[in-house]
């Protein structure tokens, strides 16, 4: 998994969140202790930060480079990330320290597992009407075409595509993608837009209680073995790359 895909876009962005079916103490001793484990392992992840809903970040300073990792705990999730590794093996050696050291600092195990996922996302910037740009993109030479270029229609306001795909026939493996706009109506009345990113975001989950033996890092590997192999194959090629060719065409 040595993949740049930094390359196809402005910004990069790899997570990981672990969903708990029973709230975390959050114990200051205990927290205090699991942050210490992880900051021996990534010295440079020293920083503290109480966030809302008294949730508790460890992160580190962002380098010339824009690559900043972080960890997040609050009551029902653990959520960590790494903003513009240089490869995807470098955001899985976080995921891994991380995921080994929890469940004994945290005191987790399967009963408690909810479901985990690895996300994947890429950030175009473009100042502009976002969802025109993804209406025009994938929809224009399509059945919708015919809805979306109606005469009776002046601005397109909203697309944002959402697919959710089972990937086994248990359907605890899935994988989502999500082009995501941040283009406001008041904008689009106005003309005078803001650069924003256009984000694309692939997901890939897996619910825990339905196989049995899988640990939690072999678990995390297999996702992110499946997020690079979807992201070479298809979301690139099909929805990143289409976009960015879109916005470098507009003046």
């Not at 003309?191 to 678990?219: C, H, K, M, N, T």
Request: aromatic share 8%.
């Amino acid at each position: 998994m040595s993949l740049a895909f930094g390359a196809h876009c402005d910004e990069f962005h790899v997570s990981t969140r672990l969903f708990l079916k029973l709230d975390l103490t959050m114990e200051r001793e205990t927290v205090l202790h699991f942050f210490d484990s992880v900051k021996r392992e990534f010295p440079s992840l020293r920083k503290l930060r109480r966030n809302e809903n008294d949730a508790l970040s460890l992160e580190e300073a962002e380098n010339e480079d824009g690559r900043r990792r972080w960890l997040r705990l609050d009551k029902s999730a653990l959520r960590l990330g790494h903003h513009n590794p240089p490869c995807l093996d470098e955001a899985e050696r976080l995921g891994r320290a991380v995921l080994k050291m929890a469940p004994y600092h945290l005191t987790l195990g399967d009963l408690d597992y909810d479901h985990l996922e690895v996300v994947l996302a890429f950030d175009l910037e473009y100042r502009g009407n976002h969802d025109q740009l993804v209406a025009e993109t994938f929809f224009a030479d399509g059945p919708l075409g015919g809805l979306l270029n109606h005469a009776s229609v002046q601005h397109t306001i909203d697309v944002q595509p959402f697919l959710g795909l089972a990937l086994n026939e248990s359907c605890d493996t899935q994988a989502y993608l999500e082009i995501k706009s941040r283009t406001s109506t008041y904008e689009v009345r106005t003309g005078q837009y803001d650069p924003q990113p256009l984000s694309v975001f692939l997901i890939l989950r897996r619910y825990w209680g339905f196989s049995e033996g899988e640990s939690l890092l072999d678990a995390h590997r297999k996702l992110m073995e499946q997020a690079s192999e979807w992201a070479e194959d298809r979301v690139v090629p099909n929805v990143v790359n289409p976009l960015a060719a879109a916005i470098a065409s507009r003046p």
